[in-house]
């Protein structure tokens, strides 16, 4: 009874298991998500009148409640008692405003009574298919009432009471319903301590971390958890987010900061144990705390801290837990030595979270263990862009792949393929599909990510193009829809930024939030930032500037986090002077995508495999911060040691503690060779 559309929590399930089959097998069929609950799933509250019944939940159909106590008394106390736990929910998450009083939505909810003549598939079949809805309104209630009953908790004053008509307001109005990995992950039980869960940048993977936090935190009145990722944005970013989450899910409880709950970013500061998960370790178990300077990883801090424990406790099983519950987002920043050092800090469970394509991508940090959950269902981003951005990043539309995965890693971030031989040294033609959507079902949305060749006065022109483009056909629209991010060296991203500034203030009156210098994002603004600061965030309008003539894997790797911040339409601004011919095949692969929903490419040769594996690993192979700034300093022949331990003084004051990637270091130069030579501002990488 395994499906991706189906989900169900049932006490006593081999008692149902005929019935359960058969809504497995319709739910495949369709494929359209169903569950099967006998409570609200977050719901602990009184009994209901008996058990012997099953809740059937699928969009665009009636909740049908099928009853197997042939008696109909029983039975409509059941469907009385559900519909008064849903008036206190409506009422609790003001979904009353929407659906109004019971009065108008009761009758959504149908009770079938199963008797002994009731058990023919067909007759399951005959009557869900009867209960299938027209009406957008009440599909409308009926999706509400679905997402009260599996706590997947909408935001009404998104979703709103109109019936949308633009796409941007069709895509923001959509009621999201967990799927049944979600649903999982937040509500069944966990069967080991480390829990793994895998996903593409926009399945959700740190809202889900939020509803698990939640349910920890909110079931267990003593628990201890820290909540933690690799960077400081992130993480203040998240404690920000778990207030107004747990305010949004109406938790009575109050947040007991440094006492229940904890939320920084991994590392933090010597004898500072609230500053940082691994200072926090460090701390309590006595053991010596390595900075950024002695060692060039948090991996590499966290290896050195199991050897102490080693020492210290000689068994590792023995270390007494600090935390209840250790969440890790964004894993793929981290390795396994740190993975075991949370391990042994959590008594209960420890939940990593990771995106399975930048682990891919990356061999440095590339996962060799399963995933227990394996989200492949990107709700973010139209299918159509993330075909695309994984097709440029990857270099699947270009004669030499940059990137290349094998079967199952395909299937595992959600592709459907065939392929076809095309000579004979096994190389095949593989087309490469994704499945629809249920969010972007209602949007003719052909055109989500489009090529705009770079004006010849610069891309500001592109990005005044695009937002009146933007404007013109989505009356709603706000400055807070729209992101603009230029992969290009930070003085030109300062210089366009200067000059969009004044020009969107003389054309709209919006205002605009310089991510590379607020490091947030700022309600009522037009977003715009370098590639960093760009992580967690999302608008259905992204406007990307860069080039793509390079091959640099960091470059695209990050063209395909950018690309797919994006839920509603991408605009690429490139120039087409230097980047004519790989920009030529490009459009042909996004064209084949929009016109047939597919990737056509071709699958490299072993020999190719075999240069692409080495070119990754060599490029994996990074050096410390302190390293490259040194091999930057003999460079430019700063010999004085003196000189050197001034500049080293200024640059450990910036953000080292976020990744750098190699196409960072020809920029950090240039700040270092303008800061020597005409003792400009040594302001390094933003």
């Not at 959590?346 to 990356?362: N, V």
């Amino acid at each position: 009874m395994e499906s991706s559309h189906f989900f169900s929590q049932v006490e006593h399930a081999e008692k149902f298991s005929s019935a359960l089959n058969i809504f497995c097998r319709i739910a495949d069929e369709h494929e359209r998500q169903t569950y099967i609950l006998q409570r609200p799933l977050s719901n602990e509250g009184e009994e209901y009148s008996h058990s012997d019944y099953l809740i059937y939940l699928s969009s665009k159909r009636k909740i049908l409640i099928f009853d197997y106590s042939q008696d109909e008394e029983l039975a409509e106390n059941v469907r009385s008692e559900i519909i008064e736990d849903l008036i206190a929910y409506s009422k609790r998450f003001k979904y009353n405003k929407i659906i109004g009083r019971s009065s108008s939505w009761s009758d959504l909810i149908s009770t079938v009574n199963v008797d002994c003549h009731f058990d023919e598939e067909g007759l399951y079949r005959q009557v869900i298919e009867e209960a299938a809805l027209h009406d957008p309104a009440e599909i409308k209630k009926c999706d509400l009432l679905i997402s009260l009953l599996t706590g997947s908790i909408n935001d009404i004053e998104k979703v709103k009471a109109d019936i949308p008509e633009s796409n941007l307001d069709k895509v923001k109005q959509k009621i999201m319903l967990f799927d049944r990995d979600q649903t999982r992950f937040i509500y069944s039980k966990p069967e080991r301590k480390v829990i793994r869960i895998q996903g593409l940048s926009g399945t959700g993977k740190t809202e889900l971390l939020l509803h698990k936090l939640k349910e920890l935190y909110v079931k267990n009145s003593k628990s201890k958890i820290y909540f933690t990722c690799h960077s400081k944005i992130l993480a203040s970013t998240l404690r920000n987010r778990v207030p107004e989450f747990f305010n949004f899910m109406k938790v009575d409880e109050q947040i007991q900061w440094e006492k229940r709950l904890w939320c920084t970013h991994a590392w933090g500061s010597s004898g500072l144990p609230n500053t940082g998960l691994y200072a926090y370790i460090c701390v309590s178990y006595g053991i010596p705390f390595y900075n950024f300077q002695q060692v060039s990883s948090i991996d590499g801090a966290a290896e050195l801290a199991l050897a102490h424990l080693q020492k210290k406790y000689t068994d590792l099983e023995k270390i007494p837990a600090l935390f209840d519950y250790i969440l890790i987002d964004e894993s793929q920043d981290f390795g396994e030595n740190f993975f075991k050092l949370c391990e042994i800090a959590t008594a209960k469970h420890l939940y990593i979270a990771g995106d399975i394509f930048q682990s891919i991508f990356d061999s440095a940090r590339a996962q060799t263990f399963g995933s227990d959950y394996l989200l492949s269902k990107c709700y973010r981003t139209d299918p159509r862009t993330l075909m695309a951005a994984h097709g440029i990043g990857m270099g699947l539309f270009e004669n030499t792949k940059l990137q290349w995965l094998e079967d199952e890693e395909w299937k595992d971030c959600g592709y459907v393929f065939t392929k076809r031989p095309i000579n004979a040294h096994g190389v095949h033609e593989y087309t490469l599909s994704r499945k629809p959507l249920r969010r972007f079902e209602d949007i003719d949305n052909k055109e989500s990510l489009v090529i705009m060749p770079e004006h010849q006065t610069g891309p500001v022109e592109n990005i005044i193009s695009a937002l009146r483009e933007i404007n013109a056909e989505n009356p709603t629209v706000t400055p807070d829809d729209i992101g603009v991010v230029i992969l290009k060296n930070n003085k030109s991203v300062a210089a366009y930024s200067d000059m969009l500034q004044r020009e969107i203030y003389e054309l709209w009156g919006w205002s605009l939030n310089k991510a590379y210098e607020t490091k947030e994002k700022v309600k009522g603004s037009l977003f715009i930032s370098n590639k960093n600061h760009v992580k967690g965030l999302e608008f259905p309008f992204v406007i990307c500037v860069a080039d793509i003539n390079n091959t640099s894997l960091n470059l695209r790797n990050s063209l395909y986090m950018v690309l797919t911040r994006s839920f509603l339409k991408s605009y690429f601004v490139v120039n087409e002077a230097r980047n004519h011919e790989v920009l030529r095949q490009i459009q042909r692969g996004i064209d084949n995508i929009r016109e047939r929903d597919v990737i056509v490419t071709i699958e490299p040769s072993a020999e190719e495999k075999e240069r692409i594996r080495t070119r990754i690993q060599r490029n994996a192979r990074r050096l410390s911060y302190m390293d490259t700034f040194n091999e930057i300093l003999d460079g430019l022949s700063v010999l004085d040691s003196h000189q050197r331990q001034k500049l080293w003084s200024i640059a450990t004051s910036l953000q080292y503690e976020e990744r750098y990637a190699s196409s960072d270091i020809e920029e950090f130069r240039e700040d270092l060779t303008a800061f020597l030579t005409t003792n400009l501002p040594f302001v390094g990488r933003v």
